[in-house]
């Protein structure tokens, strides 16, 4: 492959929370050592919907995920299949659902759970986590800093050409708390903290990273509509690639092309969004 890149994806962060309380990312802008725009989500802007337009660069009017309770083995050509299809290596260390859209559906909380596939024509290494039992009450999810470890292991180990992480701690207190409490503020601080190293050390390793959101949050920590707090989020950029000018706008759809392009890989005829990277 021509480039190695990392997708990270923080569920359920909007823009204003990213520009407000992202230190460490918002620094490597300030300092020229990061690229950062604003990204639109598809619509409904919820989560499993957000997923599968991220990777199959069409909206979910095309690929048919209506929302957290539909979710299936997608049709569509992917990142990670078109990845493979050029030879190179894929990880992914996320929630379930990307699991049963591109590689196998059902999850199977054995077979599934993590898993080397060096001949699947998807994802090569997966590392998931399901979330049962997710509530009000108790969030369910993985410590962070567990997550961004367990990316760089399998960056280590098997030579990914293209790894994507996924978490939902934000998504989760966002819900829970909503967004103008301590809760949230300290949330982001703490987020910001754990993968300010990771992104150094990436980066030595040789990864160009995209650092970004799948949707946003309104006020009361809804998403799945279409209005600016729920769709818009910010997306970082580390890497030789040259974006549009810093207040532009991307489109979710773009992320797919794109992504493919800096790798060198193919771009299938379905994804028809223009790479914002030159």
Known sequence: MKRKLLL?????????????LFGNLEGWVQSGE??????????????????????????????????NGNVFRLKEEDVFSAVRAAGGVTGAVAHSFWSEFFNR???????DIEYDEPESDTINHGRFHTMTGYGQANQMTP????????????????????GMLHSCTLDSMGHRFFHDCQEMDHACFVMDEMLAPFIWR???????????????????????????LQQLSALY???AGQGPHAGAEIDQLQLAPTILSRLGAPVPARMTARSFLK
């Not at 499993?48 to 209506?66: D, E, M, N």
């Not at 410590?143 to 050409?161: E, I, K, P, Q």
């Not at 040789?206 to 600016?228: F, L, N, P, S, W």
Request: aromatic content about 12%; some cysteine.
């Open 8 to 20: 990270i994806i923080l569920d359920g962060v909007p823009l204003r929370n990213f520009r407000r």
């Open 34 to 67: 990061a690229q950062s725009w604003t990204i639109r989500s598809v619509v409904p802007s919820i989560s499993a919907s957000c997923y599968a337009s991220i990777h199959t660069g069409v909206s979910p009017q095309v690929h048919g995920c209506t929302g």
């Open 105 to 111: 559906h059902p999850f199977d909380f054995v077979r």
């Open 143 to 162: 410590s962070d800093v567990d997550l961004f470890g367990t990316l760089t292991n399998l960056c280590g180990r098997f030579g990914l050409d293209y």
């Open 202 to 228: 990436w980066r030595e390793m040789g990864y160009e990273i995209i650092v970004t959101a799948d949707h946003g949050q309104d006020a009361r920590g809804h998403h799945g509509g279409k209005d600016d």
């Open 237 to 239: 950029y580390f890497g």
